[in-house]
């Protein structure tokens, strides 16, 4: 199939980008959509034009490197799948597709495509651990943890941090991802000597870092990769409050 | 800053204070149209008027009522600072954004709609509170019979700033009680007379409409609460209740009051 891209490019952070097109010629079905691009880069690279750069790293959608909004949504038009994982076959010849970098005052443009993600880090860091103590390891399975909460730490803890949800956003709120980190840990034994320190200490750093509040569209929920449900802002909001009302410090 | 402080200045925080005001506003929605129920009575006014009197000068009312401007105050102030922060987490925007494909456009409206409702709150108070605090307004003068309370002769009272906004004195001899009050009826009664007045309420009652249907599960979910059990009921309560039995009860009001009275 043919197809007509218009790439958002962008030197660097502090450049004014602009969109150009470029064509993809006889492209296959079944490559995913980065490999659609890496071989447009060749040709640019073949005709002396500088390529454009994206994120990537492991193409199996496990990572949460890739990003790229694909006509108007995160990871492109399929649910639950991030961009590596997305294929050609969701395309049809003749189609004109538009592709921007995550947009977002806490995702600064690093280049073309490429958006810098380290505020999700810092929230990480502000609060999403654990103490362990060292030693021999404890039994396994020593702590009793019902069914259904590690069910959903499991779930929550399937966040890639690929940020999708604050691109999604129309507030460019981060409530999913930092909603997920606090849920798993929240709802574990081992994640609560930390519990009312770590949603405050998180939520902190993620309106210090400057993305929006959420207004409930859900449209995070409904464009993450990994499917986390719109509950864990529930439980942030509630985690939150408890915090606010009963932390020590 | 005080932790009291943080946790309000915060985005959760200011969120919450929305969750809460709304729905306080929510519940005064639900005594408001109950009282506005008298409207429908065919007593010329009488059960009205004692209404607007009872809400206006009982002070516990009163208190709530102070309470209520407050709410309204603090709930779009809240929504303002909110959305100005919002707007800045995006200095640059998409080109193109599928917005329908991933949420509800009441969702996404709901500062467009806060706004018609806040307008219309503002001429609605001016039209009905303003007036009934201020303005020279005449009086109604009930003669209810005793045997019959459905027997009601009513007559027109001129302002006279020394007379009580209500009052009620039964005479025996005469078989007759007296009521007269401030005739805010009659306010209510000629404001409907004109069709786009009434438009401009039925499409106010829309806004509200489509801000509940978002806006009373949305509060519930901003603070904290996703219980299984409860939140099919919440969601049920916000649809029906405050998203279609409210409204329309409400704009049915200016409606009847334009074909019928
Ligand atoms: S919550 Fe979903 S969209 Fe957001 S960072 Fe995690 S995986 Fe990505
Ligand atoms: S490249 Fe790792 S998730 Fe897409």
Not at chain 1, 47 to 66: L, Q, T
Not at chain 1, 180 to 185: E, G, I, P, Y
Not at chain 2, 90 to 117: E, F, K
Request: a neutral charge; one cysteine or more.
């Amino acid at each position: 199939m043919n197809l007509t891209l218009k790439v958002w490019r962008q030197p660097d952070t502090n450049s004014e980008g602009n969109f150009e097109t470029y064509k993809a010629n006889d492209v296959s079905e079944d490559m995913s959509f980065l490999e659609m691009l890496d071989t447009v880069n060749e040709n640019l690279i073949e005709d002396g034009v500088e390529p454009v750069a994206f994120d990537h790293d492991c193409r199996e959608g496990i990572c949460g490197m890739c990003s790229l909004f694909i006509n108007g949504r995160p990871h492109g038009p399929l649910h639950g799948v991030t961009t590596c994982q997305l294929h050609m076959r969701s395309f049809k010849d003749g189609d004109e597709i538009v592709i921007e970098p995550w947009r977002a005052n806490a995702f600064p443009v690093i280049k073309d495509l490429v958006v810098d993600r380290t505020s999700f880090e810092r929230i990480q860091q502000a609060g999403a651990y654990i103490s362990v103590n060292t030693g021999a390891a404890g039994d396994a399975n020593q702590i009793p943890v019902p069914k259904n909460d590690a069910d959903e730490s499991f779930a929550a803890a399937t966040c890639i941090g690929c940020g999708a949800c604050v691109a999604a956003c129309k507030n460019s709120s981060a409530m999913l991802f930092v909603g997920a980190k606090v849920s798993q840990f929240a709802l574990l034994p081992q994640g609560q000597p930390e519990r009312e320190k770590r949603v405050l200490a998180m939520v902190n750093q993620m309106d210090e870092e400057g993305f929006g509040a959420c207004t409930n569209t859900g449209a995070c929920s409904a464009e993450c990769p990994k499917e986390i449900p719109l509950s864990v802002i529930t439980r942030l909001n509630r985690e939150y409050l408890r915090a606010s009302l009963t932390s020590k410090d | 800053m005080s932790n009291f402080a943080k946790t309000f200045s915060s985005s959760l925080g200011k969120k919450l204070v929305m969750a809460l005001t709304g729905i306080f506003l929510c519940t005064f929605l639900i005594v408001h149209l109950i009282g506005n129920l008298q409207l429908f009575k065919d007593d010329a006014g009488q059960a009205f008027n004692a209404y607007a009197y009872f809400m206006t000068h009982f002070t516990p009312i009163k208190v709530v009522s102070y309470l209520l401007y407050a709410s309204i105050i603090i709930h779009a102030l809240y929504a303002l600072m909110i959305t100005s922060a919002n707007k800045k987490a995006r200095p640059v925007a998409y080109a193109m954004q599928a917005s329908n494909q991933n949420s509800a456009w009441t969702s996404r409206n709901m500062g467009i709609l806060g706004t018609i409702l806040f307008i219309f709150i503002v001429v609605h108070m001016g039209d009905f509170w303003w007036k009934y605090h201020n303005a020279e307004l005449p009086y109604a003068r009930y003669e209810i019979s005793l045997d019959n309370p459905n027997d009601i002769q009513v007559s027109e009272v001129p302002y006279d700033a020394n007379r009580l906004v209500h009052s009620e004195i039964v005479d025996p001899q005469a078989g007759k009680k007296i009521i007269i009050s401030k005739d805010l009826y009659k306010v209510v009664q000629n404001a409907f007379q004109t069709w786009w007045y009434v438009l401009l309420y039925v499409i106010a009652m829309f806004a509200l409409a489509f801000h509940l249907v978002h806006g009373f599960k949305s509060a519930f979910q901003t603070i904290g609460w996703n219980n299984n059990r409860y939140i099919p009921l919440v969601r049920f309560i916000g649809v029906w209740v405050f998203g279609l039995l409210i409204p329309i009860a409400f704009a049915a009001m200016p409606v009847y009051f334009f074909l019928f009275k």
